[in-house]
């Protein structure tokens, strides 16, 4: 396939793999073993050099999962990816990567409430300090940042708020710092090109629209390879000074003789190795299956989703209406520059009834499945505050876009009809 191939519905069919060179199977197959034969001594000890690459053990790599990195890699116009778990997984390791005790990164505080879970409380118990700052305003980053932040961290269509992040503008206040933009682009798979505006790094979780069948967990870390961290050695020595836990590795020259890829090889080589957050091989069979028909199923999505939010902002029982296609100001400007082909299959919105109307709402459902879920291609809902973000105190929900009234659709590729009647006959039984 020739490199200058850009289009997704392309690259997610052919990138990373052709054929089996022993079989000749179009199909991916599942490597399913645990370990790989070394061809001599001389070839072990240069796969545990670094002087070569190739399969050690399953839970550092794997040819199934290979495939599934090469394919984002290319979907993302990255350098390298790296498969783990979960989503949850990425989104740790991402920070774990660069960030140890006593460091600190700054956040968005328009997160799903997961993620927000893990920074405010489990990386600071593990030394890392999180300071959460307001998106509206990019400026709020670098007045956060001092000499030991080693990252900004962002979600591309926050869930559940659903106001664009404004990639470009936070990733330059961070690239004249030596801090790299983490993006999470879970929502928004095909519809931003997160490293085209600045970020370093995207995480995603393949559990959601990605895999897009609800059968299998995983998350993915990509490395753009555009971040020049051997230029801030002092902002970012995690990359630059000898790792005592891959003897001695300082990773930026240690990656030198195959490319930009220092952080994710880092990743793979301490992290995933040492915690074990390793993505099955099976896991990842389904999650490539989905990967083929993601940019079909992102415009059902997005179009289904726009035609929900159309009917929602009519109905008498809904005082307000979250969807990135129907916004106005600095939110709407931000959506239709960061997103293309669509504004995301999420829709939130606001019942006059409060919590109580909320879950007589979901209670009343036919057709959407109440499940702590998106990105299926089934049609999903919840009410967050009693759900996925119940751990967070009310001034916290309120941060993250949940009230006590809100609730979270995630449009499947059913035909709209029977969405927008079961989304009918619910709300008028939640009156």
């Given at each position: 396939?020739?490199?200058k191939?850009?289009?997704?519905?392309t690259?997610?069919?052919?990138?990373g793999?052709?054929?089996?060179?022993?079989?000749?199977?179009?199909?991916?197959?599942i490597?399913?073993?645990?370990?790989?034969?070394?061809k001599?001594?001389e070839?072990?000890?240069n796969?545990?050099?670094?002087?070569?690459?190739?399969?050690?053990?399953?839970?550092?790599?794997?040819?199934?999962?290979?495939?599934?990195?090469?394919r984002?890699?290319?979907?993302?116009?990255g350098?390298?990816?790296?498969a783990?778990?979960?989503g949850q997984?990425?989104?740790?390791?991402?920070?774990?990567?660069?960030?140890?005790?006593?460091?600190n990164?700054?956040?968005?505080?328009?997160?799903?409430?997961?993620?927000?879970?893990?920074?405010?409380?489990?990386l600071?118990?593990?030394?890392?300090?999180?300071?959460?700052?307001?998106?509206?305003d990019?400026?709020?980053f670098?007045r956060?940042t001092?000499?030991?932040?080693r990252?900004?961290?962002?979600?591309?269509?926050?869930?559940?708020?659903?106001?664009?992040f404004?990639?470009?503008?936070?990733a330059?206040?961070?690239?004249e710092?030596?801090?790299?933009?983490i993006?999470?682009n879970?929502?928004?798979p095909i519809?931003c090109?997160?490293?085209?505006?600045?970020?370093?790094?995207i995480?995603?979780?393949t559990?959601k629209?990605?895999?897009?069948?609800?059968?299998s967990?995983?998350?993915l870390?990509?490395d753009?390879?555009?971040?020049?961290?051997?230029?801030?050695?002092?902002?970012?020595?995690?990359?630059?000074?000898?790792?005592?836990?891959?003897h001695?590795?300082i990773?930026?020259?240690?990656?030198?003789?195959?490319?930009?890829?220092?952080?994710?090889?880092?990743a793979?080589?301490?992290l995933?190795?040492?915690?074990?957050?390793a993505?099955?091989?099976?896991n990842?069979?389904?999650?490539?299956?989905?990967?083929?028909?993601?940019?079909?199923r992102?415009?059902?999505?997005?179009?289904?989703?726009?035609?929900?939010?159309?009917?929602l902002?009519k109905?008498?029982?809904?005082?307000n209406?979250?969807?990135?296609?129907?916004q106005?100001g600095a939110h709407k400007?931000?959506?239709?520059?960061?997103?293309?082909g669509g504004?995301?299959?999420?829709?939130?919105?606001?019942?006059d009834?409060?919590?109580a109307?909320?879950?007589?709402?979901?209670?009343?459902?036919?057709?959407?499945?109440?499940v702590?879920?998106?990105?299926?291609?089934?049609?999903l809902?919840i009410?967050?505050?009693?759900?996925?973000?119940?751990?967070l105190s009310?001034?916290?929900q309120?941060s993250?876009?949940?009230?006590?009234?809100?609730v979270?659709?995630?449009?499947?590729?059913?035909?709209?009809?029977?969405?927008?009647?079961?989304?009918?006959?619910?709300?008028?039984k939640?009156?």
């Amino acid at each position: 396939m020739s490199k200058k191939t850009q289009n997704p519905e392309t690259l997610l069919l052919h990138a990373g793999h052709r054929a089996d060179p022993t079989t000749g199977s179009v199909a991916v197959p599942i490597y399913q073993t645990t370990s790989y034969q070394f061809k001599s001594t001389e070839h072990a000890a240069n796969l545990f050099s670094l002087s070569e690459l190739g399969n050690i053990y399953t839970r550092i790599m794997n040819p199934t999962c290979d495939v599934l990195e090469q394919r984002i890699t290319a979907l993302e116009g990255g350098a390298a990816a790296l498969a783990v778990s979960s989503g949850q997984a990425a989104s740790a390791i991402s920070i774990q990567n660069i960030a140890k005790v006593g460091d600190n990164i700054v956040s968005s505080t328009d997160l799903y409430g997961g993620t927000w879970n893990l920074f405010n409380n489990t990386l600071k118990d593990q030394g890392i300090e999180v300071r959460f700052v307001d998106p509206s305003d990019p400026a709020n980053f670098k007045r956060a940042t001092d000499t030991k932040t080693r990252a900004y961290y962002a979600e591309t269509l926050p869930n559940p708020k659903l106001n664009v992040f404004p990639i470009s503008e936070v990733a330059k206040i961070g690239r004249e710092l030596g801090i790299p933009l983490i993006m999470d682009n879970t929502a928004a798979p095909i519809l931003c090109r997160p490293f085209e505006h600045g970020a370093a790094v995207i995480v995603y979780s393949t559990t959601k629209y990605i895999g897009g069948h609800g059968t299998s967990i995983g998350g993915l870390l990509v490395d753009g390879g555009n971040f020049p961290w051997q230029d801030y050695a002092e902002r970012q020595p995690a990359l630059n000074q000898p790792d005592p836990s891959y003897h001695g590795a300082i990773w930026v020259k240690a990656v030198e003789p195959i490319g930009p890829v220092a952080y994710i090889i880092k990743a793979r080589t301490t992290l995933l190795r040492d915690l074990g957050s390793a993505f099955s091989p099976f896991n990842a069979f389904q999650v490539i299956q989905g990967l083929e028909t993601l940019p079909l199923r992102m415009r059902e999505h997005c179009s289904n989703a726009q035609k929900v939010a159309d009917f929602l902002s009519k109905h008498a029982s809904v005082i307000n209406v979250i969807y990135p296609g129907i916004q106005h100001g600095a939110h709407k400007t931000n959506a239709d520059q960061y997103l293309s082909g669509g504004y995301g299959g999420l829709v939130g919105f606001e019942l006059d009834g409060g919590k109580a109307s909320g879950q007589k709402f979901i209670d009343a459902l036919e057709l959407f499945y109440h499940v702590a879920n998106i990105g299926d291609t089934r049609s999903l809902a919840i009410h967050p505050a009693s759900t996925t973000h119940s751990q967070l105190s009310p001034d916290e929900q309120l941060s993250t876009g949940v009230s006590e009234g809100y609730v979270r659709l995630s449009i499947g590729i059913e035909h709209i009809d029977d969405i927008i009647a079961d989304l009918d006959q619910a709300l008028n039984k939640s009156v």
